[in-house]
C-alpha cells in the first residue's frame, strides 16, 4: 500500500476513533463550566448576587483552573490520559452537581450564599484544571501537524455546540421551578452534572494513551502512526523551549499566551452575559436559550470550516488574522448597536470570529512545543490566556453595575481580540515546521 493512502485510512480511523468522542467530553465539560450564566437568570436573587459578585464568582474559577493548570497537564504525561482525564471528570461533575445545593451547604457552614458560590466555583476550577490542555497535548501524540488544524476545529466545535445545543435544554431545565421543591437553577446543574460523572467511568475504559498501545489498530498502521509521531517530534525538538522551566517563559510562548488571553476574553465575556444581554431584549426565559443559540451555532460551522479551510491551504497566520478581526469587529459593533436584531447579528459575527480562531491559533504553539515541555507550554498558555475568563465576566459585570450598560464592557473586550491579532502578526509562524518530515527531507 502507498504511503500516501496508508497516511489517509490511519489518520481517518483514529480520528473516528477519538474526536467524537473527546467531543462529548468537551461538550460537558463546557456546558458544565458556563451554565452558570443561565443559572443567573433566577439564582442571583435567591443567594443574594449582584452583578458584580456574579461576575466575580464566575470568573474566579479561572484563577483556581490557572493555578492547578501547569502540574495537572504534567501529572496527564506521567500518568496517562486515561486515567487522568477520568479523574478529571469525576471531580468535576461531583463539584458541579453540589452547585446546585448553594443554600443548603450555606446553611450547614455559616456561609454566606455569595461566599458559598465564590468556594464551589473555586473548586470546580480545580477540579477541571488541566482537562483542555490535556486533550490539545493528547491530539498532538495521535495526529501529524498537518492534520490539526481540523482535528482541533473538531474538537473546540464543543465549544459552541454546547451552548447552541445547551442553551435550549437550559432554559427548558430552569423552567422545573418548583418541581420537587427545587429551584429551576438547581435542576440546571444537578442535570448537567451527570453525564460528567457517567463519562468518567467510560473514559477510563475506552481512551488509549498512546498509537504503540492503540490494539483497535493492525500492526502497520500503530508502526507507522508511532514512526511518523516520533519523526515530528525530533523536527520539533530543535526549536523547541530546552526544559519544563523554560518553555514557562519562553518569549514564544508568552505572546501565545497574550494572543490567547484576547481570544478568551471575547469567548467568555459574551459567553456568560449573553443570556443577560438577551434577556434585556424582553424575551422569556425559554425564547431566550433559542436566541442564544443562534451565534454559537454560527460559531460551530466556523469552527470546523475554518480549521479544514486551514489545512487545506497550508496556512496558519492569515487563518488566524481574519478571524481575530471578524471577533474584534462584530463584539466591537454590538457594543454600539442598540437594535436587538442588529445587536444580535454583530454579536453572531464576533462569534464566527472567536469560534474560527480557536483552533487555528493552537496549531501555532503546538508547531514549536515537543515532550514534556509540550505539556508545560500548552498548559502554561491555557492557564495565562484564561485568567481573561476571570477578568472578561468581572470587568462586564463591574462596568455594568457602574454605568448600567453592557456598552463599554463589550467594547473592551473587543479590544483584546484587536490587541491579540496585532501581536499574532508580530509573532508570525513558520509553517515548515508543520511539514512532514519526509517532505523535508527530500
Avoid at 452537581?97 to 450564599?113: D, E, Q, V, W, Y
Avoid at 490567547?260 to 459574551?270: A, D, P
Avoid at 471577533?327 to 459575527?349: C, E, F
Avoid at 509540550?374 to 454605568?403: E, M, R, V
Wanted: proline share 4%; aromatic share 14%; with cysteine.
Amino acid at each position: 500500500m502507498a504511503a500516501s493512502d496508508l497516511e489517509l485510512r490511519v489518520t481517518s480511523r483514529v480520528a473516528w476513533r477519538i474526536v467524537p468522542f473527546l467531543i462529548v467530553c468537551y461538550f460537558v465539560a463546557y456546558l458544565d463550566r458556563v451554565n452558570v450564566g443561565f443559572a443567573k437568570l433566577t439564582m442571583d436573587a435567591d443567594i443574594g448576587l449582584s452583578d458584580t459578585m456574579f461576575g466575580f464568582g464566575a470568573g474566579v474559577f479561572f484563577l483556581a483552573y490557572f493555578l492547578f493548570e501547569v502540574p495537572s497537564n504534567l501529572a496527564l504525561d506521567r500518568f496517562g490520559a486515561r486515567r487522568w482525564i477520568a479523574r478529571i471528570m469525576l471531580s468535576w461533575g461531583l463539584i458541579s452537581g453540589l452547585m446546585a445545593f448553594i443554600p443548603n451547604i450555606a446553611t450547614a457552614t455559616g456561609l454566606s450564599g455569595e461566599h458559598t458560590f465564590y468556594a464551589l466555583r473555586v473548586l470546580l476550577g480545580f477540579a477541571e484544571a488541566g482537562f483542555f490542555p490535556g486533550i490539545i497535548f493528547y491530539l498532538t501524540l495521535w495526529f501529524p501537524s498537518a492534520y490539526r488544524g481540523r482535528m482541533i476545529g473538531y474538537f473546540m466545535a464543543a465549544i459552541p455546540l454546547s451552548s447552541a445545543i445547551g442553551s435550549p435544554i437550559s432554559g427548558a431545565l430552569m423552567g422545573l421551578d418548583g418541581a420537587l421543591g427545587l429551584k429551576g437553577w438547581q435542576w440546571l446543574f444537578i442535570v448537567e452534572a451527570a453525564p460528567a460523572l457517567i463519562l468518567s467511568v467510560v473514559t477510563y475504559f475506552y481512551l488509549t494513551d498512546r498509537p504503540a498501545d492503540a490494539r483497535w489498530l493492525d500492526d502497520e498502521a500503530r508502526h507507522w502512526l508511532s514512526a511518523r509521531i516520533a519523526a515530528e517530534e525530533q523536527v520539533r525538538a530543535k526549536v523547541s523551549p530546552a526544559s519544563v522551566l523554560h518553555s514557562l517563559v519562553d518569549p514564544r510562548v508568552l505572546a501565545a499566551s497574550a494572543i490567547y488571553f484576547g481570544v478568551v476574553s471575547c469567548l467568555y465575556g459574551v459567553g456568560f452575559w449573553l443570556p443577560t444581554i438577551v434577556k434585556g431584549f424582553g424575551v422569556s426565559i425559554a425564547l431566550n436559550g433559542w436566541i442564544t443559540a443562534i451565534p454559537y451555532a454560527v460559531g460551530f460551522l466556523g469552527s470546523i470550516w475554518w480549521g479544514m479551510r486551514s489545512d487545506a491551504q497550508h496556512e496558519r497566520l492569515r487563518h488566524l488574522a481574519i478571524a481575530l478581526a471578524c471577533a474584534a469587529i462584530g463584539i466591537g459593533a454590538s457594543a454600539a448597536l442598540g437594535d436587538p436584531l442588529l445587536k444580535m447579528i454583530a454579536l453572531t459575527l464576533g462569534a464566527f470570529g472567536v469560534f474560527a480562531a480557536l483552533p487555528i491559533f493552537w496549531t501555532l504553539p503546538t508547531a514549536i512545543l515537543s515532550g514534556a515541555t509540550a505539556a508545560s507550554g500548552i498548559a502554561a498558555i491555557n492557564s495565562i490566556g484564561n485568567l481573561s475568563g476571570y477578568f472578561g465576566p468581572f470587568a462586564i459585570g463591574w462596568i455594568k453595575d457602574q454605568t448600567g450598560s453592557f456598552a463599554w464592557g463589550l467594547a473592551a473586550i473587543a479590544g483584546c481580540a484587536a490587541l491579540a491579532l496585532v501581536i499574532a502578526l508580530i509573532l508570525g509562524h513558520d509553517h515548515a515546521l508543520e511539514r512532514a518530515p519526509e517532505t523535508q527531507t527530500t
